[in-house]
């Protein structure tokens, strides 16, 4: 018609394939079950007395609760009716006619559609049913590039450390692509690429809670990524674009989070033994909830009461995992049997601070900071007392604004003065002097430490800590480029979320949030030696009840700011020997 563009002309519906009229649905990537009755009895409870002549409020409050649940920045996190209407939402903000977007081939189907919508062309980056990263990088030179790990309909995913090259030649070019990455079915994978975000401003991740809280039927999804970008995509939202019974299901879905996750946690490993289970076909390696089987199944499956997704173009269907009697099927369908489950481990994560726990930094910050200030203020008093006595006080676990409330003090009482700060709160002023001195205290601070740094040590290796069997980072106060200081002290390095914003400076929980969600962690031990540290830990806790954690607190100070419950060590090495149990 003429009243449309002309490049909509020969724009396809988005059609999904031919599929048998009835029979288990192992064709749609759905959650195996439903939810659970306690959770559909609450939901139900606050629909009957929901008002329906009202438009939904309640978009803002329940992305703050998201937002800190992921430890995003404030800014940072985007609700929306389905991650694809998301996608939709930065294609319309970010392409112009004849754009090019790099898409995985094989890919979501709904891809290219979403692409030429917004008049701009696909380029298909071929993949096979792995994910060779060598063809994205000469995809590059596109306006936006849509990755999806794990990938759909292959379910083939990398790990974060493998991907990274490629996230990095991204943002190196001297104009960086849009990267997207779709991770839809993250919740199954083994890690998640949760903490790129924070690093990348050109990077952006989706997510959807069809599959993680079973709400296929409620059309939610979720953006995280660069508030900057984050606000100008939110700007083109339209008001009003969540229905309120919608914003309640996950409000009574995130209540209820931990009675999801347990089938979520349980199907890869059944996964994994159903692909295992069929010798007459291959299950190409997969890291979502379902697998890309070869020769096509289809006739067979379908014969026995399975609805499955046929694969045009190759003799492969997609078929979802399911419950375990769904597997069952599967399995039998195609003249096998499905082995019994086997027992779970659970995912459990050390966190580890790094001056005081994985290095004795002691001395070395105590004689930046003391010559820094004999720098900027030759006649302030100061003592390695007056050092402790800060880092006692809690906010000041960074050593730039340590050295900056000192100046401050000092400004405002001649002396460092710590009786404002024991009171509990701040002068009026004081915090805002304290912002403004910091920059000039950490170039001075800096500047010391590249000298003092030669007084850090070690305080445990690499093989030390693997024998525990846990999954391994970092969560530290120190800024980027003092990370990679450590590093060389250390002699190895480790996933590690830095003092690299304000939302990820301890006390605030994000750091460890953004842990726990890229370790798909169930129980996470964090072990440091502050009341930051402390308070960092119990903060995140109430953010995610649904997820197991402990402090440990080390170091000669541990007793001021451990609590019941709390693990008290001397030392890093005397409390890895604790960590091959179970429950520590």
Known sequence: MSFLRPDLADLPAYQRPPEPSAGRRLHMNEAAADWPAEARAVLLARLRDLPFNLYPERQADLTE??????????????????????????????LGAGDEVAIPDPGFSLYPMLVRRHGGRVRLVPQGTGFPLEPWFTALDCRQVWLTLPNNPTGAWIPPEALEPLLAAAAARPRPPLVVLDEAYAEFAPATHRLAVDRYPNLVLLRTFSKALASAAWRLGYLVGDPALVSKLATLQL??????????????????????????????????????????????????????????????LEAAGLKVRRLPGSDAARVTV?????????????????????????????????????????????????????????????????????????GFNNDFRLTAGALALAEAHGDVDLQPLVEGTLEPGLEARIRALEPSA???????????????????????????????????????EELGLAWRVLGFQLPAVCDAAPHLRKPEPAGLLQL???????????????VDDARCLRSAAALRPDLAWRFAALGPDRGRFAAPGDIQSATLRDLLPMLNQENP
């Open 239 to 300: 008001p009003y674009s969540i229905p309120a019974p919608s914003l309640e299901a996950l409000d009574v879905a995130l209540d209820f989070a931990a009675a999801f996750e347990g089938a979520v946690r349980a199907l890869p490993e059944r996964r994994d033994r159903l692909a295992a289970a069929l010798p007459g076909h291959r299950a190409a390696p997969s890291a979502a909830n379902f697998l890309h089987l070869s020769p096509d199944p289809s006739a067979a």
């Open 65 to 94: 609760r998201l937002r800190k649940r992921l430890g995003a920045p404030e800014g940072g996190l985007l609700l929306g009716p389905s991650s694809g209407a998301l996608l939709d939402l930065v294609a319309t903000a970010g």
């Open 516 to 530: 726990a969600d890229a370790f798909r962690a169930e129980a996470i031990l964090f072990a440091g030696d502050t």
């Open 442 to 480: 950490q170039t001075a601070v800096q500047k010391h430490y590249a000298d003092t740094i030669r007084l850090e040590r070690p305080l445990a290796t690499l093989a030390e800590l693997q024998a525990t069997g846990w999954d391994l980072a970092v969560l530290t106060g120190r800024p980027p």
């Open 322 to 394: 399911g419950t375990e009697a769904d597997a069952a099927c599967v399995a039998s369908g195609l003249a096998a049997r499905l082995p019994a489950p086997a027992p779970r481990p659970r995912r459990r994560l050390l966190a580890l601070d790094i001056d005081g726990v994985l290095i004795d930094a002691d001395r070395s910050f105590m004689e930046a900071v003391a010559r820094a200030l004999a720098e900027l203020r030759p006649a302030l008093p100061w003592s390695d007392g007056a050092f402790r006595a800060f880092k006692r006080l809690g």
